[in-house]
């Protein structure tokens, strides 16, 4: 038997415990022994759970329990979630977490003291929900080199773009549907304005390359700018507008992430993942593309993906699995104003299209039956985003209203 | 260091030594220690090989070799690779292979061996190549009861029918150039007989519900009699057909496990696996649907999937992964007469509508605008395949000629 401790009560947390009691014989079959949930960490009161007599208000009582191997952080935010880890890595219990806020932001610490302390730390919940990804990036796909990662990240947002794209919703609208049916927070600005994609993509690319990636090191962008006409251009197009977190290996060594809303070719294993689902590419150098996908939130999907944690630091308890990076600084990140995409743009005016071509010199111009008057939607060739500003500096002097620039993704 | 010996150096064999070569740097940052390959078996020499000096035509060489603690089988088919593995099992070395038809046919009986002298037989390369499959649902998905799993196993196959509905090849035609582009073999009974997704979702069924389902006893059916008439009438209904392996287990605890050629509605996300690539939906009850794509076949997708495993039994020298099932009969399978779907039929003569209607008591007539004469297509609700073949006796009997059936996939 193994004693573990819950720290979080709430959905994910309530779903660790659900799932440990209802899957008992499945998991004492895959481990060869029973998990043991001794302690529940939360300063609400639950008098009515099954569990009633397991909770507790203190730490300490997790802490100092020697019996305690294995603690999974389910409380989210940055504190007191990095305290509470800390100290139980120090004083040798593993620790799986859901909390891509703590990983992003501590991963690399967090991962040093696990290897000080030979215990492990992992946290396949914190991107991608249910669908494995951490442990195949770095167990199955550890014979590859990966060129790129790119992938739709965030729920709540493909949740609003698909409505936008299937059913015409405008964006307010189909935010407040998102609300009403639980994908989106009351305030839902980490979703929108893509703070929860980085810090999934600033994981993955931690992953991908050994260097911690921190989220402030990347540029940012939501979907709140996203409108329908641009929604209506993308089709004509050929593509969809997904938010789309993204890292890229160059030749030099830096890499190249960022997270913003692309139009995504429709042919593209990534424009079919709609709703709420996720889904994230990975290209290895040996496999080419492989592409997961599956619901990427939610409380049994995120659970689950706990649990398997669960199980493999029950199995690990004097080893160590190979989940590890050092820490890193921004040096290796190239500037945003070096990345290369090709952009779409619609622009209201005269003449844009003339003018666009002789700056660009080479665009092409989206023909939609119902443009708006005087408006004109164009995608530029490859180009620089600082080589790019500076154009459309030169359009705007030339008369142009810039309505709204998108990124192109070549996914 | 660890000394591994790998068995074969076809295409795949000479892979796993080319990445274990040129990767060797990123596989010593994951595994803290060397991989040496010290002996490669094969009959042909390779006096130009960088490695020409590690070559043997004796397999004793390798098993006697106590240095050696891992091998991987990568030579395909049952004789002698079930003989060599067993062997090298017995005597203390691990065991990795891409070889689905061995998994398939000795699964049970391999494992229970490894087991017994506590070491790994690991084979995520035996199905969907490249993509992981195997550790994800033994690990990652482990605290999911896994209600289904269905897949394009077969990227042969999956060429071949992408051909004939994206550009209209007969099936003849795009079985030759599949031939052609080295997608199919010369003889490729394997692949259009279903043989080789049959194998592939053996496994996976085994391992889903932990009892070894053996490949005879699974309904096969492959894509030889698919037409392009059937193609055209499948995307009047939304629907690609796609060759689909598929498990479930029901509830009285049987499993229903098919290979056979499906409509698959086109919003589903294997719809949209074209191509060489391979995808595989796995239904877990906590997770919902999650689903893995990539290729499913080549040289170095697949030598990654063996490499990995490799690292794999290298850190788990002394402990056993948790990958295991038990042998199994055919009790547990349902007889494919009582096997539910709904049914696409393709029928000539007379009335066929009204006749069907009828008989089936209400079917969707598919309504092609350029049908042949005298041909109608249509689909019943779900129902027994054995109740299903008296329907459509009873039409032969009122004067239908019966031109093609086909199961709708509900994925």
Request: hydrophobic share 40%; aromatic share 6%; with cysteine.
């Amino acid at each position: 038997m193994v004693s573990v401790a819950i720290m979080g009560h709430g959905v994910v947390g309530s779903g660790v415990a659900e799932i440990l009691t209802t899957h008992k014989k499945k998991l004492f079959a895959g481990l060869g022994e029973e998990i043991y949930i001794k302690k529940i960490l939360d300063l609400r009161e639950f008098p009515d759970s099954p569990l009633a007599d397991r909770f507790t208000k203190d730490f300490d009582d997790i802490l100092n329990d020697r019996e305690i191997r294995v603690v999974a952080e389910v409380m989210g935010g940055v504190n007191p979630a990095y305290d509470f880890v800390k100290k139980c890595l120090k004083s040798g219990k593993s620790v799986v977490t859901s909390n891509k806020e703590l990983v992003a932001a501590k991963g690399a610490e967090l991962l040093d003291i696990a290897k000080e302390n030979n215990v492990n730390f992992l946290f396949e919940a914190s991107v991608g929900g249910g669908i494995p990804i951490i442990r195949p990036m770095s167990q199955c796909l550890i014979a590859n080199n990966v060129d790129e990662v790119a992938g739709i990240l965030n729920g709540t947002t493909n949740f609003i773009l698909t409505k936008m794209i299937t059913d015409g919703m405008q964006f307010d609208d189909a935010l407040k549907l998102a609300q009403d049916l639980g994908f989106a927070e009351r305030n839902p600005a980490a979703d929108i304005e893509g703070h929860d994609a980085c810090r999934k993509i600033c994981i993955l690319a931690s992953l991908a390359y050994g260097k911690h990636v921190y989220p402030d090191a990347v540029h940012t962008e939501g979907i709140t700018k996203i409108t329908l006409d641009d929604v209506k251009y993308a089709e004509t197009f050929g593509c969809v507008i997904k938010l789309i977190g993204r890292v890229k290996k160059l030749e030099d060594g830096k890499i190249d992430i960022i997270v913003a809303p692309m139009l995504v070719p429709k042919e593209s294993q990534l424009a079919n993942i709609d709703y709420e689902f996720n889904g994230i590419m990975v290209r290895g150098d040996c496999t080419g593309d492989v592409v997961f996908y599956g619901k990427g939130a939610g409380k049994l999907p995120t659970a689950s993906a706990v649990v398997a944690d669960i199980v493999d630091c029950c199995k690990h308890l004097k080893t160590r699995k190979y989940l590890y990076w050092t820490d890193g600084d921004s040096k290796n990140i190239l500037p945003v104003e070096e990345s290369v995409n090709a952009m779409y743009v619609r622009a209201k005016g005269a003449d844009i299209a003339a003018k666009a071509e002789k700056i660009f010199g080479g665009v092409s111009i989206i023909d939609k039956a119902d443009s708006a008057d005087n408006e004109t939607a164009f995608v530029t060739s490859e180009i620089t985003l600082g080589e790019f500003n500076e154009k459309i500096a030169a359009l705007v002097n030339e008369g142009a209203e810039i309505l709204s620039t998108i990124r192109i993704g070549d996914l």
